[in-house]
């Protein structure tokens, strides 16, 4: 069985950074592809960033390109989002979740391993 367990949320000031990270077991961790998503109160789950089996390819969205960064460590079976410039549009629940496949999706129709989520939120 899969796990996910993510760490490294918490409460920052606006412009502050934070890193979180997502432990796997339970299986293979280097030939899937692995994403971010959160969820804010009121709003539904989106995407965030996700990153193919090699780290040759990653994905974000919009509103958190050139802030965020996701990482792999295939050794130590984490994934990480190095988050900078946090603003209170930031404020929501993280997820890490396993794709599918080896690639770095932006749906959530491919991935079908969660996370329990870590809270993030960003005072302004």
């Known amino acids: 069985q899969v796990q996910l367990v993510e760490s490294g949320g918490g409460l920052v000031r606006a412009g502050a950074s934070l890193s979180l990270s997502c432990e796997a077991s339970?299986?293979?961790?280097?030939?899937?592809?692995w994403g971010w998503f959160r969820q804010a109160p009121g709003k539904e789950r989106e995407f965030v960033a996700a990153?193919?089996?090699?780290?040759?390819?990653?994905e974000y969205a919009d509103g958190v390109k050139g802030r965020f960064t996701i990482s792999r460590d295939d050794a130590m079976n984490t994934v990480t989002l190095q988050m900078n410039a946090l603003t209170s549009e930031d404020t929501a629940t993280y997820y890490c979740?396993?794709?599918?496949?080896?690639?770095?999706?932006?749906?959530?129709?491919?991935?079908?391993?969660w996370g329990q989520g870590t809270q993030v939120t960003v005072s302004s």
């Open positions: 979740a396993r794709s599918l496949t080896n690639t770095a999706w932006r749906e959530e129709s491919w991935y079908n391993y």
């Open positions: 990153i193919s089996w090699n780290g040759g390819t990653e």
């Open positions: 339970g299986d293979v961790f280097s030939t899937y592809g």
